[in-house]
């Protein structure tokens, strides 16, 4: 099955492809700093090129739905030469796949194995603190990526990654501000697939949505809200099986097509919650502070005492299922200065903490409420925004 791309240069390809061997590509593509889709195009054409007589069958058994984007025209060309050489479409890909990891060897001096996509969960139990304006915003930073820097301070250049904005808030403000709808009620959606997966047929690749691919280079996406996500946290307290899994289990399947999964959390501390944040614990193996929690708060005392609340749950998740949840860092957001005392003496404290540090100080200014009323990413409408700008050093402290 294939559906156009929405830029029309590419079209999306459902098919099958067996656990490992997908394992295989996303590790050697990351390892080769070659983007997925690029690798699968040049994995389908190379396959093209070889003779049939030269490529062994592939043990499929098993192989799950998988899906990815072809360049218009290539997918056609693709089936027509599965039927030519009587192999089903699941069977031609593996082939294509398997010759491409055997052919695109890396040196044991230089090979590194990325196990997992980064995932960052922008949390606070305190609404209006501007969770979803930080979410979207380092997404975007993701994924534009930043130019190395000369000068005083050299600074490398941190590449753009394919991202995923997830929109966990049943609110739905970050599908709104990009002018995306919400899942309808009684479609498939994230909460159908954390709380119902025995009536989903489909894959939650069907729902993400390509953010402005012309400005952001194809790696934004958002997965959007749903308006059954209200009910979430009553739903999870039905379901069988451990809970605190369930957003894990939901978005496995999304990351092998994704560098970084960023999470515009709920403001509360219910199940949902306590799901999000089991979502970005340290993983075995996973380098300290490659995911994690990423906390925005405001220079007033109602955030500090939101703050130590939403401390005490992640202690509790933390302790409950034995796992490390790194906090990434806070984001005073929203700053005025002309707010006086409170304001300033406010933020002293927040950098007085010194763990989890101040990651950067957004001011409140009217580029990014704008950028909301005219539903376009702040990076697009107003790149050199000083609020813009609080983006990028926030993705570049986060490395």
């Known amino acids: 099955m294939a559906t156009p791309y929405s830029d029309g240069a590419r079209e999306k390809v459902a098919s099958k492809l067996p656990a490992a061997l997908r394992q295989e590509l996303k590790t050697r593509a990351a390892q080769l700093g070659i983007d997925m889709q690029d690798a699968v195009t040049d994995a389908v054409e190379q396959w093209l090129a070889r003779p049939a007589e030269g490529t062994s069958t592939v043990d499929t058994a098993g192989a799950e739905s ?47 194995i990325p196990q997992y996509s980064r995932r960052i969960v922008v949390c606070n139990q305190k609404g209006g603190v501007g969770k979803t304006t930080i979410a979207a915003g380092i997404g975007q930073a993701i994924a534009l990526g930043l130019p190395a820097t ?76 749903s308006f059954d996500a209200f009910l979430l946290d009553s739903r999870l307290g039905s379901i069988r099986g451990p809970r605190e899994t369930s957003l894990q289990r939901a978005l496995a399947p999304l990351e092998e097509h994704f560098d970084t999964i960023v999470i515009d959390a709920p403001p509360n501390l219910g199940l949902a919650m306590d799901a999000g944040l089991f979502y970005g614990h340290r993983r075995k193996n996973e380098a300290v502070g490659a995911s994690g929690v990423l ?33 990434l860092g806070l984001v005073v957001n929203k700053f005025d200065k002309r707010k006086g005392y409170v304001a300033t003496h406010s933020l002293d404290n927040w950098h007085s903490l010194g763990t989890p540090p101040v990651v950067a100080v957004v001011p409140d200014l009217k580029e990014q409420r704008e950028a909301v009323h005219l539903k376009q990413p702040l990076l697009m409408y107003a790149p050199t925004s000083t609020q813009a700008q609080r983006m990028r050093e926030i993705r570049r402290r986060l490395g």
């Open 66 to 112: 998988w899906n990815t984007w072809l360049p218009a025209g290539l997918y056609d060309r693709f089936k027509t030469e599965c039927g030519a050489r009587v192999i089903s479409y699941a069977q031609g890909l593996a082939q294509a796949i398997r010759v491409w990891v055997d052919s695109h060897t890396v040196p044991l001096t230089e090979l590194t």
């Open 295 to 327: 906390i925005p708060v405001e220079a007033e005392d109602s955030s500090a005492d939101a703050y130590a609340m939403l401390d005490s749950q992640i202690r509790a998740v933390s302790l409950d299922y034995d796992v490390d949840i790194d906090r």
């Open 150 to 225: 000369t000068g005083k301070q050299r600074l490398a250049a941190l590449p753009g990654r394919r991202t995923l904005l997830v929109d966990y808030d049943p609110q739905g403000h970050l599908t709104s501000q990009l002018g995306v709808k919400q899942v309808p009620p009684g479609e498939e959606s994230l909460v159908t697939h954390m709380v119902d997966r025995e009536r989903t047929t489909g894959t939650l690749l069907d729902q993400v949505v390509p953010i402005t691919p012309e400005h952001f280079d194809n790696r934004l996406f958002l997965l959007p809200s």
